[in-house]
Nanobody
Framework: QVQLVESGGGLVPPGGSLQLSCAASGRAGNSGTMAWFRQSPGKEREFVAGIRRNDGATNYAGAVRGRFAISRERSKNTVHLQMNNLKSEDTAVYYC????????????????????WGQGPQVTVTS
């Protein structure tokens, strides 16, 4: 199990940009899978984007594809989520998730495959 520390989140206007970051603990290996999920009150936690830490393969939810970009910073065991052209529908608590397993790309969206979770910063998109 890996410890995750998230940063970012906040209030942004529609069309704006925001970046979230998720850093694994210093003792964590540079392998496995990390992803972002989001959840609104009364809604199920849904997949946003994920990345394999070993080779950088990615998977995106259709709702964010083309607007969000997930990236890895291997030297710091950190994953970023760059969110562009934000919409009100993107408002949610965003959770970083991680597992030591290198899931195949098609399995990245399965939240049950993750055993470590961040605290979940709030992202609010409003004018």
């Amino acid at each position: 199990q890996v410890q995750l520390v998230e940063s970012g989140g906040g209030l942004v206007p529609p069309g704006g940009s925001l970046q979230l970051s998720c850093a694994a603990s210093g003792r964590a290996g540079n392998s496995g899978t990390m992803a972002w999920f989001r959840q609104s009150p009364g809604k199920e936690r849904e997949f946003v984007a994920g990345i394999r830490r070993n080779d950088g393969a990615t998977n995106y939810a259709g709702a964010v594809r083309g607007r969000f970009a997930i990236s890895r910073e291997r030297s710091k065991n950190t994953v970023h989520l760059q969110m562009n052209n934000l919409k009100s529908e993107d408002t949610a608590v965003y959770y970083c998730a991680a597992t030591s397993r290198n899931w195949i790309v098609s399995a990245i969206p399965d939240k049950a495959g993750y055993d470590s979770w961040g605290q979940g910063p709030q992202v609010t998109v409003t004018s």
